[in-house]
T-cell receptor
């Protein structure tokens, strides 16, 4: 099956620094990828839609200057948490679907990144 | 408004027995897809099963089956012959028609399989 790889799987950073998370589709091209955030014991909430070659679309309440998204190629999207603070500590996970007919029926997730800001 | 509801925060099942995890949804869109994912403590999201709104038959994948009742807007997951490794969080998710293709998730059900 299709594989989506996310890196790093966990990161600890100091308050005020920036952290970059990568999401790669390994065996298909993804013009669109999705970034979700999950707090402990809660569901996944969509943060933004990453679009290859154009600006990301952010959900209401998500600061675009705080969470920078770059979709520079058809297989890579990056999420950069800028000037991270302890309240940004969370589990971040990306998703992508294969193109064509499979885009409706399949959605694959990366392994997720557990961010801890100290 | 499009919404997914999972009313069971936690469920317990005895090993080797079957368990049903509930999921209801609300949409006026005639075209949609329903997904179930398993999330173990490691955090990864494991795809289990998919049901399309126009599919005539209930989806099945090994020990997983989906009890799709379109008129009631429910898509319950049935796990047969539960195993200890089935203990995890289970999420129901919905994808609506349109170009974005993002998923909207329910609140999840924590399943614990007892030996």
């Amino acid at each position: 099956g299709a594989v989506v790889s996310q890196h790093p799987s966990w990161v600890i950073c100091k308050s005020g620094t920036s952290v970059k998370i990568e999401c790669r589709s390994l065996d298909f091209q993804a013009t669109t990828m999705f970034w979700y955030r999950q707090f402990p014991k809660q569901s996944l909430m969509l943060m933004a839609t990453s679009n290859e070659g154009s600006k990301a679309t952010y959900e209401q309440g998500v600061e675009k200057d705080k969470f920078l998204i770059n979709h520079a190629s058809l297989t890579l999207s990056t999420l950069t948490v800028t000037s991270a603070h302890p309240e940004d500590s969370s589990f971040y996970i990306c998703s992508a679907s294969p193109p064509g007919a499979r885009s409706a029926t399949e959605a694959f997730f990366g392994q997720g990144t557990r961010l801890t800001v100290v | 408004a499009q919404k997914i509801t999972q009313t069971q925060p936690g469920m317990f099942v005895q090993e080797k027995e079957a368990v049903t995890l509930d999921c209801t949804y609300d949409t006026s869109d005639p075209s949609y897809g329903l997904f179930w994912y398993k999330q173990p403590s490691s955090g990864e999201m494991i795809f289990l099963i998919y049901q399309g709104s126009y599919d005539q038959q209930n989806a099945t994948e090994g020990r997983y089956s989906l009890n799709f009742q379109k008129a009631r807007k429910s898509a319950n997951l049935v796990i047969s012959a539960s195993q200890l490794g089935d203990s995890a969080m289970y999420f129901c998710a919905m994808r609506f028609s349109g170009s974005a293709r993002q998923l909207t998730f329910g609140s999840g059900t924590q399943l614990t399989v007892l030996p």
